[in-house]
């Protein structure tokens, strides 16, 4: 699709310095910028790459007054870098603007859609599913019965929804995400096998959750997993049954959360990251990446190491960490000297 400069400054509320009719059909960085590209520049160490940019349109900031002459047009705006971002959305929008439903897909009995619904080729609805309006479920998704879906909601290709997931508003599902497989709850027997002890729950994901492809969060054993509003999930999580994360939490990739342990509002972990069952972690925890968190944490502690401990004695402790093997030395050294005073031999 494209857009001329004057369209793009109007959604943007800025001013054309140029061709008003200069089309462009892509985005691209200034120093790669093209013929048919457009571009942004915010950075004042990179204002010489707009004298060399093939790009044909490109957005600045008002401070911005070009030394020589520019081949690419120009739109003037108040801040280049979120006129850019706010651009960014509008092009991820109407790039994902898909609505219809399209054959072979299966819609189950009972199930009720509101308005603008995209289904995409092979997906699955069960029965009593209700979806919200403007939601968009790609190819090869799998909707279990009795899912709750809300508005503005995107599952890209090849997710899973088991049965009874509630999920909120202006939601995003990356591909390969798995919601409400059972959680990993299995009794010992006295002859040394499992038995496996059923998961009754559900999952229960609220507004404006992002969650990155790969990710799996395991149905409660009774009760709720819950994924609190404005929580951000990166790819290739194990969010384990009965947990809850509070809201506004980020989490990196290949973090794993063990059963029932409850992770307060405003955290960010870092990636790799495991945390032991049964813990509470409170309000805005940091937690460095590949740290094993095996206690309680209170609100505002920096953790790192495995077993993690408080960030800043941890950094001490490392510097002794790395010269470990000098400590060592030292210490023999001052034996030998100490062994030899007690024999009566100074030298």
């Known amino acids: 699709m494209k857009f001329t400069a004057e369209q793009i400054a109007g959604i943007l509320e800025g001013e054309v310095v140029g061709n008003p009719n200069a089309e462009v059909f892509e985005l691209s960085k200034i120093e790669e910028g093209k013929d048919g590209s457009l571009t942004f520049l915010a950075n004042p160490k990179y204002n010489n790459f707009i004298y060399t940019t093939e790009a044909t349109i490109t957005i600045v900031n008002k401070t911005f007054v070009p030394e020589s002459a520019l081949k690419t047009t120009l739109i003037i705006v108040e801040d280049a870098y979120m006129s850019f971002s706010k651009l960014l959305e509008f092009y991820d929008q109407a790039k994902g603007n898909k609505n219809g439903i399209e054959q072979p897909s299966v819609i189950s009995e009972n199930v009720k859609y509101g308005e603008n619904l995209y289904l995409g080729s092979f997906a699955y609805i069960g029965s009593n599913v209700v979806l919200g309006n403007n939601v968009k479920i790609y190819p090869n998704c799998f909707i279990g019965e009795n899912v709750i879906i809300g508005d503005n909601v995107t ?14 508003n202006n939601c995003v599902l990356h591909s390969g995400v798995i919601i409400g497989s059972d959680g990993f709850g299995f009794a010992p027997s006295p002859d040394g096998t499992y038995k496996k002890i059923p998961q009754i729950g559900n999952v229960i994901i609220e507004d404006d959750v992002d969650i990155g492809s790969c990710t799996t969060i ?17 790819n290739q999580i194990q969010i384990a049954h009965n947990v809850e994360i509070g809201e506004n939490t980020v989490i990196a990739a290949q973090t794993g959360i063990a059963g029932s342990t409850k992770i307060g509002k405003n955290g960010m972990i870092g990636g790799q990251v495991g945390i032991a069952g049964h813990l509470t972690i409170g309000n805005n925890v940091r937690i460095q990446a590949q740290s094993g968190v095996g206690r309680n944490v209170k609100d505002n502690e920096i953790l790192q190491g495995s077993p993690a401990f408080a960030y800043n004695d941890y950094s001490k402790s490392y510097v002794h960490f790395r010269n470990l093997p000098k400590i060592v030395t030292e210490i023999e050294k001052l034996k030998k000297i100490i062994l030899n005073q007690k024999n009566g031999n100074n030298g």
């Open 155 to 168: 599952i890209f290709a090849g997710a899973k929804v088991y049965s009874d997931t509630l999920i909120g």
């Open 218 to 234: 395991d149905r409660a054993t009774m009760g709720s997993t819950i994924i609190r509003k404005g929580v951000k999930l990166d």
